[in-house]
């Protein structure tokens, strides 16, 4: 079984700055691509940004320039570091990754539960 478990999430004023982590764990051979998503109230949920277990990264142009995504394939972790957040940045965010099970070798898609970002004076 793996989880994914994000952290960070919390109620900060608009220019200000956050970090989310996001720690894979479980039994699995390794993990692909890392990514973080997020969903605001009524929406549907959008990609935010990608990285390759490479280090190679893509970002959604709303973030871009502002959020920096990060991982350690050592520890099975991603972060994301928010800064100059904007209201419009308020929402659930989700990691999601690609892990590879060992019994067939093929990657499957994970989810977190999410974490609570607010943007608010």
């Known amino acids: 079984q793996v989880q994914l478990v994000e952290s960070g999430g919390d109620l900060v004023q608009p220019g200000g700055s956050l970090r989310l982590s996001c720690v894979a764990s479980?039994?699995?051979?390794?993990?692909?691509?890392m990514a973080w998503y997020r969903q605001a109230p009524g929406k549907v949920r959008e990609w935010v940004a990608i990285?390759?277990?490479?280090?190679?990264?893509s970002y959604a142009v709303s973030v871009k320039g502002r959020f920096t995504i990060s991982r350690d394939n050592a520890k099975n972790t991603v972060d994301l570091q928010m800064n100059s957040l904007r209201p419009q940045d308020t929402a659930v965010y989700y990691c999601?990754?690609?892990?590879?099970?060992?019994?067939?070798?093929?990657?499957?898609?994970?989810w977190g539960q999410g974490t609570q970002v607010t943007v608010s004076s």
């Open positions: 999601a990754a690609d892990v590879v099970q060992p019994v067939n070798g093929r990657p499957y898609k994970y």
């Open positions: 479980g039994t699995f051979s390794r993990v692909e691509n």
């Open positions: 990285i390759t277990r490479s280090g190679g990264t």
